[in-house]
């Protein structure tokens, strides 16, 4: 299943440092940025994401093998859909995240999201409002943290959203190719990447911070 191929990730319950180290699972495993021992595995993303990437294998694997190039393939179309909906989901279970780790009350918390329901709003208002950096600047920050360059994926992020928009406003589909969907698919792997990279630079850097100095 690909979700267990590209999203197991588990995070520390002391310092919430994300990454791939299987020995998480494993009670008194030391984490390697805090030096505590796991109380055992918890995983980073939580079902429904893991779904969602099941879902988008389900679709794939769907796919007549012969079709005309210009035919609209309804499992091209849920590749689309799905793919950008997991943008989405990854970014709110980040802010979420980033909520806890800031203190915030579950009113607060509750308000912040009701006040930027739309995920222009979550991206342009709220995103900066609590990190102090754009997403441009996170890209940045993201690849810095983890040595690889997210403006492609960025690109990705953009026109899929873009022929999403207009499927969902005016059923437009013929955009939704298969190298559309492609495309789309072979980003999914670098785009939990990218937001295991944002939660470690933003929500474990606030752990960090709380430290007292040695
Ligand atoms: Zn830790």
């Known amino acids: 299943m690909w979700s267990l191929r ?7 319950q002391t310092c919430s440092y994300v990454d ?7 009670r008194g495993h030391v984490c390697q940025q805090c030096r505590h021992e796991s109380a055992g595995g918890v995983l980073y993303f939580h079902a429904n994401i893991m779904v969602l990437v ?26 689309l859909l799905f793919f950008c909906t997991l943008k989405e989901a990854l970014f709110e279970h980040f802010l979420r995240q980033l909520f806890t780790s800031l203190s915030l009350s ?7 999201l009701s006040d930027n ?17 754009d997403w441009s600047t996170a890209l ?26 207009k499927f969902l406003h005016n059923a437009s589909a013929w955009e939704i190719s298969a190298e559309l969907a492609d495309t789309c698919v072979d980003s999914i792997a670098n785009l939990f990447v ?11 850097r606030e752990w960090a911070r709380a430290q007292p100095m040695v």
Request: charged residues 20%.
């Open 140 to 165: 940045v920050n993201a690849s810095a943290l983890c040595g690889q360059d997210f403006s492609m994926l960025d690109s990705v992020l953009t026109s899929s959203a873009q022929v999403r928009n």
């Open 117 to 133: 329901r739309l995920f222009h709003q979550k991206l342009k208002s709220l995103f900066p409002a609590l990190i102090e950096n």
């Open 6 to 12: 590209i999203a197991p990730y588990l995070i520390c």
């Open 194 to 204: 990218l937001f295991v990279a944002l939660h470690n630079h933003y929500v474990h």
């Open 20 to 26: 791939l180290d299987r020995g998480r699972m494993s």
């Open 106 to 112: 579950r009113s607060l918390q509750k308000k912040l």
């Open 54 to 79: 099941d879902l988008l294998e389900e679709s794939y694997l769907s796919r007549p093998r012969n079709h005309p190039r210009e035919m609209v393939v309804p499992a091209n179309v849920a590749i």
